[in-house]
């Protein structure tokens, strides 16, 4: 590619970053944005499948429940997205990311209401622009669809409503105006207390064959469920039945598919990354072989590795589809190149191209290999390269060897190692963790060691069998199953202690 002659100047003379990037012929940056909420604008076209893509997406499409792990960065988000991409007409796909209402160690109950209440939500949501299939329901099926809309939709939701409601009236003044004329009324008269009132009454004017309920038949039509009394199992069992009705009322309605996308648990600001805490939280939901097997209802959850691993003896992973999302390095290349494309508008289709022609191809080997199979990582680092290219020489249009040196070092000693491996809560500063771990690990000279070989490195003495299992437990080394004198051989399994090891770099808290 020939080098831009004429460059954009900062107010300083210096040459921009927005034009350092577009000398290589991308139109937009591609690697500071890293989750795949961000990236909805080119969700369709950035997304490449994982290795175990066809799987996943078969048992998907055979109505199987689904628990996809894998490690964050992996790329989780993206994968659901595309598969909720997959909705037809008829389907009724219900995306759950909020866990507010929950409390941190909830039961089946308190997952069942959950479920409730975001099926109920989405089908109201779809019956605003298709009230006619209201009418193929009999009296009392309409009652218990009238209760549910005043026992399970909370204010956000009728709020909401609401929205489209006014969207559509708000036209048409003199109709809109007839209409709640009798509502600002009672707003006037009796304060903001009757604010729910109005809005109710909205709902229902626009839902208008939907017969009026009173709060006794609710009781009847459906069980009161009380989240304070989730030990007893008759209520536990009375909302799963709960939840039946009401997907067999959906498919009366005409809704064939019925599933549940559940994601983000970690994400929950309570849990502060602690693998235990998110464990206990989702403990309920993933063992709930009833549920994950019900029929007409399909589940999707997405959970990070480390905290599903604590569960692992009790998940039916034999009876239900439970992949591990995986990354080749080929399939990462393949990512990169449709990324590249994509943000330079089809001017660029090789990642190669990046790259100086004189660039070692083991150095390009390196950012494949310290990504480790993690395409979030990838974008990250080649950021750290960019960012050190531009540092070097911003008049150049081609990546250097000396660029990809300062990114990987950059990449690493930067690394945030608490994003990818779980903390405790409330942890002390000499508490056993990622960084405690890792300290003692770059005394060693290389990836593979004894335990004698790691306390003569790094003394660690009486505590020395307690690092090893803590480090073991969260997936930082790994058992070989070979021996060198009697000694289990262990390896470091993340590639950045390594190259910190092989570069005599420093990893520490930032």
Sequence with gaps: MPAIETKERTTNGEVSMRDFYQSFGLSNYPFNIFTAENETKYAGSLFVHPLNYD?????????????????????????????????????????????????????????????????VAELFFKLFDEKHRIKKLSREEKLFLSALLSEYTDQITKDELVGKIEKIQLPKPIRFFKKISGFLTTLLNYGVSAASNI?????????????????????????????????????????????????????????????????KFDEDGRMENNAETISEFIKSLVTDNKLLETPNIQIVISVW??????????????????????????KLKDALNVRIKVFSENKLNNFQDLFSSNVDPLSIDSIFNLCNGNPRDLWHILNYIFQAQYTIDPNTNKLTEEAIV????????????????????????????????????????????????LNEAAKIGSSLHNYVVGMESIGLIVNTNEKINGGVVY????????????????????
């Design 305 to 330: 590795e480390v905290p599903f691993l604590r569960l692992l003896p009790i998940v039916r992973t034999q009876k239900h589809h439970c992949p591990v999302l995986a990354w080749s390095i080929p």
């Design 199 to 263: 809005v109710n009454d909205m709902i229902r004017i626009h839902y208008y064959s939907l017969p009026p309920i009173q709060e006794s038949q609710i009781r009847e039509l459906i069980p009161k469920l009380n989240i304070d009394v989730e030990t007893e199992f008759n209520i536990s069992e009375a909302s799963y039945k709960l939840l039946l009705q009401i997907c067999s009322l959906t498919q009366k309605l005409g809704y064939n598919k019925i599933a549940f996308f559940l994601d």
């Design 406 to 453: 300062d990114g990987l070092k950059n990449f690493v000693v930067k690394f945030n190692f608490y994003e990818y491996y779980p903390r405790k809560a409330n942890a002390k500063a000499n508490t056993m963790d990622i960084y405690s771990y890792i300290k003692y690990l770059l005394k060693l000279c290389g990836p593979t060691f004894t335990k004698n070989q």
């Design 55 to 119: 799987e996943i997406k078969g048992s998907f499409d055979g109505n199987r429940s689904v628990i996809i792990r894998g490690n964050r960065g992996t790329g989780k988000t993206a994968l659901l997205l595309d598969l909720q991409q997959s909705r037809k007409e008829n389907d009724l796909f219900c995306i759950i990311d909020d866990y507010s209402e929950l409390q941190m160690s909830p039961g089946t109950l308190e997952y069942y209401t959950l479920l409730i209440k975001s099926l």
């Design 491 to 510: 390896k470091i399994n993340d590639p950045k202690v390594v190259y910190a090891i092989e570069n005599n770099l420093d990893i520490s808290k930032q």
